[in-house]
């Protein structure tokens, strides 16, 4: 803390000096000299008080081992424990594609797109907005998702074996351990997605589009390996990884 008030009341000093000159006041004159004594005890005090409440320690810093001026983000998927309500089982039509008419930039829908477990092999939803669904413990094997838009889809342990994800955008989707063999990525955007413990064996990442720090970690996923049995495509080649 000693550190952080010492910058901060540094940063309210020089403030406190070039603030006058700055919006075209007087510059001090010997009249005014008197009050800078003054002025530098103000800077103190008030960064004294800003640092002690930028630096509480809530439960959440807590958990971290450490102090941060802000609550830390969590990115999706990083999340430990999820709450979702129950499935719904009445209802005889929750399995199906339903593209949101709302814009995918924040999963944006008007209920809840709950797809969980479900059994959808060999279903079409080419260029739908899945967004936000749901999809945990699902099989989509062979499912066709062709420049579909997949933003924040939360699928840990669901099956897209064999599915095709041709120009689609996979973006800061959930797929702790997925199954992907022989799935198709090519030309398709996969920002900030998690494969962790994923399935990735005989997948096709041709032309995909893949940040190098999202990349690092998909290398080093052991299963990406083979070749895929549409496109004859090495995986891990594929994938841009090193052999």
């Given at each position: 803390?000693?550190?952080?008030?010492?910058?901060?009341?540094?940063?309210?000093?020089?403030?406190?000096?070039?603030?006058?000159?700055?919006?075209?006041?007087?510059?001090?004159?010997?009249?005014?000299?008197?009050?800078?004594?003054t002025q530098a005890l103000s800077a103190r005090l008030a960064a004294a008080a800003l640092s002690s409440l930028l630096f509480v320690a809530t439960p959440q810093m807590q958990i971290l081992g450490g102090f941060s001026p802000v609550p830390a983000a969590v990115a999706d998927g990083d999340t430990q424990t999820f709450k979702f309500p129950p499935i719904d089982r009445s209802n005889k039509k929750r399995c199906t594609f339903v593209s949101s008419a709302m814009g995918q930039a924040n999963a944006a829908r008007d209920s809840l797109y709950d797809l969980r477990e479900c059994q959808m092999v060999d279903s079409k939803a080419p260029g739908f907005d899945l967004s936000g669904a749901l999809m945990a413990s699902g099989d989509f094997s062979r499912a066709d998702f062709k420049e579909a838009q997949l933003s924040k889809v939360y699928a840990p342990g669901a099956r897209?074996?064999?599915a095709d994800f041709t120009n689609g955008v996979v973006d800061r989707a959930?797929?702790?351990?997925?199954?992907?063999?022989g799935a198709l990525f090519n030309n398709a955007v996969l920002s900030a997605s998690s494969f962790e413990d994923a399935d990735l064996e005989n997948a096709d990442f041709t032309e995909a589009y893949v940040g190098s720090f999202d990349q690092r970690k998909l290398c080093k996923n052991p299963t990406l390996k083979g070749e895929n049995p549409k496109t004859g495509a090495p995986t891990r080649e594929s994938a841009g990884c090193p052999p």
């Open positions: 803390l000693a550190t952080a008030d010492h910058v901060l009341v540094g940063t309210c000093e020089r403030t406190m000096r070039v603030l006058p000159t700055s919006v075209g006041a007087a510059a001090p004159t010997a009249a005014t000299a008197g009050t800078a004594p897209f074996d064999g959930y797929f702790k351990g997925a199954s992907f063999r």
